[in-house]
Nanobody, 126 residues
Framework: QLQLVESGGDLVQPGGSLRLSCAAS?????????IGWFRQAPGKEREGVSC????????YYADSVKGRFSISRDRDNNAVVLQMNSMKAEDTTIYYC??????????????????WGQGTQDTVAT
């Protein structure tokens, strides 16, 4: 059973940067999975932020984060990294990573993913 663990959430000032990591526990390689990052603010629907699919062939970003966020695979650590730059107050929320076996889904739609991490809190404030 694939288990995902997010890390890197923190408090950052507007304009600052954070680096989130989504790692797999155990011996399962994330290379076989499409990985998505999502976020959900209280009272709102879960929003797709970015995903990396088909190995590294395809990456997608929500319009709200294009040009600021970047997703990549960290194969040394069997993880997927979301680099977040030029952060804004509206980026404050809980971020989740999710996985689906490559070819079985992979997009910015939460329903396409069947493995989820517990989430990590990001706060952008002065």
């Amino acid at each position: 059973q694939l288990q995902l663990v997010e890390s890197g959430g923190d408090l950052v000032q507007p304009g600052g940067s954070l680096r989130l990591s989504c790692a797999a526990s155990g011996l399962i390689s994330l290379d076989y999975y499409d990985i998505g990052w999502f976020r959900q603010a209280p009272g709102k629907e879960r929003e797709g932020v970015s995903c990396i699919c088909n190995g590294e062939a395809d990456t997608y970003y929500a319009d709200s984060v294009k040009g600021r966020f970047s997703i990549s695979r960290d194969r040394d650590n069997n993880a997927v990294v979301l680099q977040m730059n030029s952060m804004k107050a509206e980026d404050t929320t809980i971020y989740y990573c999710a996985a689906v076996y490559t070819g079985a889904g992979g997009s910015l739609e939460p329903y396409e993913y069947d493995h989820w991490g517990q989430g990590t809190q990001d706060t952008v404030a002065t």
